[in-house]
């Protein structure tokens, strides 16, 4: 099991900044993935940026160039920097964790980006 609490949320201009976390209850050192989704309105919930326990990396290609995603293991924690906010990232973001057939997922955090 595996706890999960976002946070970084909030209103932003375009083309502003935001930095998400997510704290995990537990070690992440040898988690299989992280990663970070999203789901706006009407919309499905998709893959923003994942990382593995490896620290490899994966980005969806709408964001790629933009947003980074990292990890302390010592904090526990996940991170998603977005810059260069567009008015289609506004969304509810979630963290969520794979592990060995396992999905956990936090209860997400919205971003609001305006025009």
């Known amino acids: 099991q595996v706890q999960l609490v976002e946070s970084g949320g909030g209103l932003v201009q375009a083309g502003g900044s935001l930095r998400l976390s997510c704290v995990a209850s537990r070690s992440i050192f040898s988690l299989n993935r992280m990663g970070w989704y999203r789901q706006a309105p009407g919309k499905q919930r998709e893959l923003v940026a994942e990382?593995?326990?490896?620290?490899?990396?994966g980005y969806a290609d709408s964001v790629k160039g933009r947003f980074t995603i990292s990890k302390d293991n010592a904090e526990n924690t996940v991170y998603l920097q977005m810059n260069s906010l567009k008015l289609e990232d506004t969304a509810v973001y979630y963290c969520?964790?794979?592990?060995?057939?396992?999905?956990?997922w936090g209860q997400g955090t919205q971003v609001t980006v305006s025009s």
């Open positions: 969520k964790v794979y592990n060995w057939g396992a999905n956990y």
């Open positions: 990382i593995t326990s490896a620290g490899s990396t």
